[in-house]
């Protein structure tokens, strides 16, 4: 198994990262490879003990990344995660088991919001209890539209090149192209929600805002190309449910003295504004020289 995670940040964050993927417990043949996909004036590639590292930055996606970090391995599954997100050592056998079905391309594993205690801050709270990374709010699409996020997701090496692996012009929204190819290629999904990480919870708000913006454009963009796959997209009298559900839960916040349930009042317009703000916003990459987000350099 080839275990496979892009990465953009700091040497610090990436030494960190190598740190916490040394747990994984490998067999003969196993790899890891963290693919940074930071533009560096001095590229931090290197080999030496746990996670080797490849410089690839050419283009600025994950997919690109990913893409770049398959090409170096050859074992027969491959599995991706999420730069923010913590493995238990036998993350690799619990995909496992049981075995997958033969025609099984991909395996989503489940993905679990880092816990956040009552009194935690607001926005990691909040994140905590709505559960904004785990795989039901995808898998929920349905049989047809459904799919697992690349936090984590095994996937069948053969399955991946049949198909030409991720698409690399697009910031987000590539697990759910991923998945709808490979499914009109006859390959399978599966789910093992106990071949589980546990995600970085967003902080900040503006940390939330930023994910839901590029998951907004990510979505929209596979609406135009798998016309009717998220439900989302052109939600009527959104406004008027925004600010019903603020004022409602507020009202119901304060008469049960709850927190949480006034930061979900809170925080899930937002959220969802942030999501529909992101419908706007172009998802290919590179962007043209007369994109006027290039101009503003507002998105990279």
Not at 2 to 18: H, I
Request: proline share 8%; hydrophobic share 45%; with cysteine.
């Amino acid at each position: 198994m080839d275990v496979v995670v892009p990465f953009k940040g700091s040497p610090q964050a990436l030494d960190a990262l190598r740190e916490r993927l040394s747990v994984l417990s490998l067999r003969p043949g196993d790899s890891v490879v963290v693919v940074d996909n930071t533009p560096r004036d001095e590229p931090l590639a290197g080999d030496e003990g746990g996670a080797s590292i490849l410089h690839a930055d050419a283009l600025p996606t994950p997919a690109f990344a990913r893409n770049a970090g398959v090409a170096r391995g050859s074992g027969e599954w491959l599995v991706f995660c999420d730069a923010d997100t913590a493995a238990p050592a036998d993350l690799l056998d619990r995909y496992f088991d049981p075995p997958p079905a033969p025609r099984t391309g991909l395996i989503g594993g489940g993905v679990i919001d880092e816990p956040a205690p009552a009194d935690a801050p607001a926005v990691a709270r909040y994140t905590h209890i709505r559960g904004v990374m785990n795989q039901e709010a995808t898998f929920d699409f349905g049989d047809r539209w459904g799919y697992p996020k690349t936090a984590n997701v095994a996937c069948r090496r053969a399955a991946f090149e049949e198909v030409g692996g991720f698409r690399e012009d697009i910031r987000a929204a590539e697990d759910a192209d991923l998945t709808y190819r490979m499914r009109a290629a006859a390959w399978e999904v599966e789910r093992r929600e106990d071949a589980a990480v546990v995600h970085a919870s967003r902080t900040t708000l503006r940390g939330l805002v930023v994910q839901q913006l590029l998951w907004g454009s990510g979505g929209a963009w596979v609406n135009r190309m798998y016309p009717g796959a998220v439900p989302l997209v052109g939600k009527s009298g959104f406004l008027r449910w925004a600010a019903t559900t603020t004022l409602g839960g507020l009202v119901t916040a304060a008469r049960l003295r709850n927190r949480d349930t006034a930061l979900i009042a809170l925080f899930r317009p937002i959220e969802a504004l942030a999501w529909e703000l992101g419908r706007f916003l172009p998802n290919e990459r590179p962007l043209p020289d007369s994109s006027p987000w290039k101009r503003l350099r507002l998105l990279r």
